[in-house]
């Protein structure tokens, strides 16, 4: 019993959060033990997955990162299935199944891809390093997802057949582009569930979240005349300085934090040459939106800016692609969210509960199955989709691993 009151003082910490408006769950004394004890394993979980580079789209890092998890499911007593995603989305979805003696039906849901390409690893390798709040471990992918997948691995070995009556695991490969060959099939992995827990990391201080966004594309065309820049270029019309054009018309259409989130990142040109007045441009732009409602204003909105070319004879032609949907907690999980709470209390821990993020997740695919979602169980860190270094919080590991398990012990009995 002292090496468990040990244990609570360090998940603790000297700078616990003030404490959430919840009642404190006792803590599961074997449980919180197991969950320490299995904690130091995970750092080496983490490298493997580091270790195999999983930029989405990369075939024979899909391939190896497969073949991977599947020897780690089925030695963990998992029946393993291979699933293809759709549209010529690179790697197979790997899902694997455990029958218990349980009352609840839970699914798991990670992604293998990151937004590094081969090659990052050279550059930024694997290591731990010390950090004000203890160790931290580097590398490109760690908190964003393979935190996630190291975190469900080990909350396996934490459970026993009673804690569920089905247990499936789902890990996608192309979350990192908006899950559109593999968000119908987690879709339909979570009708009939209990409750679906999303692994996405989250930060430091420790937060949860009623809200991800949906993620939008918007493409607008800019056709115009070619013409030779120095001799003729009244005879042209400047499809780029349209694009300016529509660019200045619409940077007012971002909403700021909180709120509708759009911004302009790509701009593509067929013809690049310097003297000749360009004919022909693409704008791509990042729409993040609460809801399909307000995806439909956006665009309505859009469509009456750009009615009128400032340039006459100039074409534009706008579109919005609704990729992946969003996700809104509904009162189940919120319920979720408080057991959490209850659960993370009883450690002398507290979360920040945001409403709603920017990002956009594969929640928001479960929760069309209407079903329970709760996001964000994966470790805490720092740096995803960032040029800087990327990082997780290795002292937080005992107490995610115990929140997981405790969580599917609930639902699942």
Do not use: C
């Not at 002292?2 to 006792?26: C, D, E, F, R």
């Not at 293809?84 to 790997?94: A, L, Q, S």
């Not at 160790?135 to 190291?150: E, F, N, R, T, V």
């Not at 809104?328 to 507290?350: K, P």
Request: hydrophobic share 40%; proline share 5%.
């Amino acid at each position: 019993m002292k090496s468990v009151v040990i244990a609570l003082a360090l998940l603790a910490g000297t700078s616990a959060l003030a404490q959430s408006p919840v009642k404190a769950a006792k803590p599961d004394a074997a449980l919180l033990k197991a969950a320490t004890a299995e904690a130091p394993s995970v750092t080496g979980t983490l490298k493997s997955l580091v270790e195999i580079e999983t930029g989405t789209g990369d075939a024979e890092g899909m391939a190896a990162m497969g073949q991977y998890l599947e020897g780690r499911f089925t030695a963990l007593g998992g029946r393993v299935e291979r699933l293809k995603p759709t549209g010529g989305v690179v790697g197979d979805i790997i899902v694997a199944r455990w029958r218990g003696t349980g009352k609840g039906k839970l699914l798991l849901i990670a992604h293998m891809d990151t937004v590094y390409q081969r090659g990052a690893l050279a550059r930024a390798p694997f290591r731990v390093e010390d950090g004000p709040q203890g160790p931290l471990a580097y590398g490109p992918g760690i908190s964003d997802d393979k935190s996630g997948i190291a975190v469900i691995l080990h909350t396996l070995p934490l459970l026993s057949q009673r804690d569920y009556a089905e247990l499936t695991v789902a890990i996608n490969t192309d979350e990192e582009r908006g899950s559109l060959g593999s968000g119908a099939t987690i879709t339909e992995l979570a009708r009939g569930q209990t409750a679906v827990l999303s692994f996405e990391p989250n930060g430091m201080p420790e937060r949860l979240t009623r809200g991800t966004s949906a993620t939008n594309t918007v493409i607008v065309t800019i056709k115009g005349k070619a013409s030779h820049a120095g001799s003729n270029p009244e005879g042209g019309i400047n499809a780029l300085t349209e694009a300016a054009h529509v660019i200045a018309a619409t940077k007012d259409l971002d909403r700021g934090p909180g709120n509708r989130r759009f911004n302009w990142t790509v701009l593509e040109q067929q013809r690049g040459v310097r003297n000749i007045i360009p004919d022909d441009i693409t704008l791509i732009g990042d729409l993040r939106t609460a809801s399909i409602a307000q995806t439909d204003e956006f665009r309505a909105e859009l469509l009456e800016r750009l009615k009128t070319p400032s340039i006459p004879g100039a074409v534009v032609k706008a579109e919005v692609r609704v990729n992946r949907p969003p996700f809104t907690a509904t009162e189940g999980s919120n319920a979720l969210i408080t057991a959490a709470q209850e659960i993370y209390a009883g450690l002398g821990r507290g979360f920040i509960v945001n409403e709603r993020g920017g990002g956009g997740t594969d929640a928001g695919y479960a929760s069309l199955a209407g079903v329970p979602v709760i996001e964000s169980l994966g470790l805490p860190g720092f740096g995803a989709h960032t040029t800087s270094a990327e990082y997780v919080y290795l002292e937080a590991v005992p107490r995610r691993l115990y929140l997981a398990a405790s969580l599917i012990r609930r639902l699942g009995r």
